[in-house]
């Protein structure tokens, strides 16, 4: 996260409001930051939510060699 915390601490000295979302941030990477500049919000998923959301997409794991571990690799990831 060296670069996601570059551009957090630069906003949070001298730039305008920014908005950063993805999977690689996490909630206690965030906070260690001790920034009193910056906030954060969570929206966190139900595991159910997410196994529904990647089995409806088909062309996510349609035709790798193990469908059901491709899915479970990305649901470990994604939890």
């Given at each position: ?22 999977w690689t ?55």
């Amino acid at each position: 996260m060296p670069a996601v915390e570059a551009i957090i601490r630069s906003h949070a000295d001298w730039a305008g409001p920014i908005v950063i979302e993805g999977w690689t941030l996490m909630p206690e990477a965030v906070a260690n930051l001790n920034l009193r500049s910056v906030e954060s919000l969570w929206m966190v998923a139900e595991d159910s939510f997410l196994e529904q959301r990647i089995r409806r997409n088909e062309d996510f794991w349609h035709g790798v060699s193990d469908e059901e571990l491709m899915i479970q690799l990305c649901l470990e990831r994604s939890i």
